[in-house]
Nanobody
Framework: QVQLVESGGGLVQAGGSLRLSCVASGRTFSRDVMGWFRQAPGKEREFVAGISVSDGRTKYTTSVNGRFTISRDNAKNTVYLQMNSLKPDDTAVYYC??????????????????WGQGTQVTVSS
């Protein structure tokens, strides 16, 4: 059974940084895509960033381009989301997700097979 566990959320002032981690278990991730999504109160869940585990290709939503960086450590089965220059609009619950046996980084949440429980990120102005 695949499990994803996020950590690293918290409260930070605008302009600050946080690094989220997602530890995966129950499978050796090799030909999969890992993604980060977020959901703010009253809004739909939206794609933030994704990475191909096999070759490291990445994709970002426009609003975080140049501020967020997704990376992976295959030896640790862990995916990271480094978030810099945080803005109040980045406040949301952040979810890690896995799209198994895929090479294309989808931005639609329904393509993803497994989800973590989420970690809260709050950016104060």
């Amino acid at each position: 059974q695949v499990q994803l566990v996020e950590s690293g959320g918290g409260l930070v002032q605008a302009g600050g940084s946080l690094r989220l981690s997602c530890v995966a278990s129950g499978r050796t991730f090799s030909r999969d895509v890992m993604g980060w999504f977020r959901q703010a109160p009253g809004k739909e869940r939206e794609f933030v960033a994704g990475i191909s585990v096999s070759d490291g290709r990445t994709k970002y939503t426009t609003s975080v381009n140049g501020r967020f960086t997704i990376s992976r450590d295959n030896a640790k089965n862990t995916v990271y989301l480094q978030m810099n220059s945080l803005k109040p609009d980045d406040t949301a619950v952040y979810y890690c997700a896995a799209d198994l046996d895929k090479n294309y980084i989808f931005t639609i949440s329904t393509y993803y097979d497994y989800w973590g429980q989420g970690t809260q990120v709050t950016v104060s102005s």
